[in-house]
T-cell receptor, first 114, second 117 residues
């Protein structure tokens, strides 16, 4: 079943503005990760936040996690045209098969207009 | 240090044919994961393998799909008797340890795009 659900599905902003993407999930998690995918390419890991953390920063990225609401947000500050990509949240949780599974949402397509 | 290598990058198959997708994990990585991505969708987990063993195949369709990760050589995702609905991007990822131990050290390949005509 789909775990992470991002919103908005698509976001268009001007260069220099901030971009905020949200992700909601359903089950308990070990950690939540954000990935970036350029069109026709593989996924690149951006940032990981553990279930006992509330906020994390990495360069222009800021991630928050609210486990009581089962939601996370990714903020990209001072956006650049090169940030144009699809962004996915992924939750790590125990699968029924006794291992851990990374489950992805449908993603937010971000367009940054120069 | 080469990343996760997938080939072919693009594959066209007629309905009923077989598709074989290969994945060479990063050096030193013994855990391999296959995901499928439909257009405009996120990645859906298919199977998790560790050298010679299938650990979790809960996302794999019961029929026509199989995966292996032999002691020597790449991991193979095999789709028999392909149908139009199999058209998708198939991504492989690898990690040195299991995901619970690896944190953010899971690396994705560039994907194999399968088109069934």
């Amino acid at each position: 079943s789909q775990q992470g659900e991002e919103d908005p599905q698509a976001l268009s902003i001007q260069e220099g503005e901030n971009a905020t993407m949200n992700c909601s999930y359903k089950t308990s998690i070990n950690n939540l990760q954000w990935y970036r995918q350029n069109s026709g390419r593989g996924l690149v890991h951006l940032i990981l936040i553990r279930s006992n953390e509330r906020e994390k920063h990495s360069g222009r990225l800021r991630v928050t996690l609210d486990t009581s609401k089962k939601s996370s947000s990714l903020l990209i500050t001072a956006s650049r045209a090169a940030d144009t990509a699809s962004y996915f949240c992924a939750t790590l949780s125990e699968s029924g098969a006794g291992s851990y599974q990374l489950t992805f949402g449908k993603g937010t397509k971000l367009s940054v207009i120069p | 240090n080469a990343g996760v290598m997938q080939n072919p990058r693009h594959l066209v198959r007629r309905r009923g044919q077989e598709a074989r997708l290969r994945c060479s994990p990063m050096k030193g990585h013994s855990h391999v994961y296959w995901y499928r991505q439909l257009p405009e969708e996120g990645l859906k987990f298919m199977v998790y393998l560790q050298k010679e063993n299938i650990i979790d195949e809960s996302g794999m369709p019961k029929e026509r799909f199989s995966a292996e990760f032999p002691k020597e050589g790449p991991s193979i995702l095999r789709i028999q008797q392909v149908v139009r609905g199999d058209s998708a991007a198939y991504f492989c990822a690898s990690s040195r340890d299991s995901l619970i131990n690896s944190g953010n050290t899971i690396y994705f390949g560039e994907g194999s795009w399968l088109t069934v005509v």
